[in-house]
C-alpha cells in the first residue's frame, strides 16, 4: 500500500484512480500516452473517446495491470479499492510485486473485452464459472451463480449449458463474455469496445444492465 497523493485533496470515498504525470510507451519506445492529471470516479461509467491510436487501449492496459507501459519514474496511478485502502500501481512492475498485481486483478478486476478471449475448449457454463472457481467459490455456488447469469442475460436454456463457444454466434459470444465478466464480485469493470460485436438491441441491453449495476452499488 503506498502513501495518497500529496499534492491534491482526493476523496477516497468519491475517487477510482487519481492519475499524475502518467507517461506510457511499450519496450521504452516512443511515448503513446501522456495525462498530467486524470480522475476517474467511483460508481460510475466512464467512457474514453478519441481516434484509433490516441491511447485509449494503452490506458486501459495500464489500469488493468497487464501490461506495463509505464516509462516514467514520476508517474502515479493511485487505485483506491476502497475507503481506506490505497495502492500506487504505477510502482507494482517489479519481478516481485507479480502476486501481488494478480491480487488485484483477482479481488477487483473484472474485463469485456471485443475478441471476448472465451476459453474454446470449456462449456458456456465453465466459462462464465470460471473466474469465480478461480477466486476458490464452491464449484456448485460458482455454477448456480453463472446458470442465473446466463439465464438473466442471455436467455441461454439448460440445452444449451454444454455448448462450446464455437457453438454460438458471434453477438452470443460477446454477450458470453459479459455474463462471465459481471458474473464475479468486482470493484472495476473495464470494457474495451465490449459491445462492439452485438447489435444495437443487445448493447442498449447491456448497457442497460451495467447502468442498473452501478446504481445498486450506490445504494450499498
Known amino acids: 500500500m503506498s502513501d495518497q497523493p500529496n499534492q491534491h485533496s482526493v476523496d477516497p470515498k468519491k475517487t477510482l484512480f487519481y492519475i499524475e504525470k502518467l507517461s506510457c510507451s511499450y519496450n521504452e519506445g516512443k511515448p503513446v500516452l501522456d495525462a498530467k492529471e486524470l480522475i476517474i470516479p467511483k460508481r ?15 490506458l486501459l492496459e495500464t489500469l488493468g495491470l497487464m501490461t506495463q507501459t509505464v516509462n516514467n519514474e514520476s508517474s502515479a496511478i493511485y487505485f483506491y479499492p476502497t475507503d481506506d485502502h490505497v495502492h500506487n500501481i504505477a510502482d507494482m512492475w517489479g519481478e516481485d510485486q507479480e502476486d501481488e498485481r494478480y491480487e488485484i486483478r483477482l479481488l477487483y478486476y473484472s474485463f469485456i473485452f471485443q ?5 474454446p475448449n470449456f462449456s458456456a457454463l465453465e466459462n462464465v464459472g470460471l473466474t469465480e472457481l478461480i477466486q476458490n467459490k464452491p464449484e456448485s455456488e460458482a455454477y448456480f451463480n453463472a446458470i442465473e447469469s446466463l439465464v438473466k442475460n442471455l436467455s ?49 441491453k447491456l448497457m442497460h444492465f451495467i447502468r442498473e449495476f452501478i446504481a445498486k452499488q450506490r445504494e450499498n
Open 44 to 58: 460510475k461509467i466512464t467512457v474514453l473517446l478519441g481516434p484509433s491510436g490516441s491511447g485509449k487501449s494503452t
Open 115 to 119: 475478441s471476448t478471449n472465451l476459453m
Open 156 to 204: 441461454v436454456t439448460s440445452l444449451s449449458y454444454e455448448k462450446k463457444p464455437f457453438e454460438f454466434s458471434g453477438g452470443e459470444r460477446q454477450r458470453l463474455a459479459f455474463a462471465r465478466a459481471i458474473n464475479p464480485e468486482f470493484t472495476v469493470l473495464f470494457g474495451d469496445e465490449p459491445t462492439g460485436n452485438l447489435d444495437h438491441f443487445n448493447s442498449v
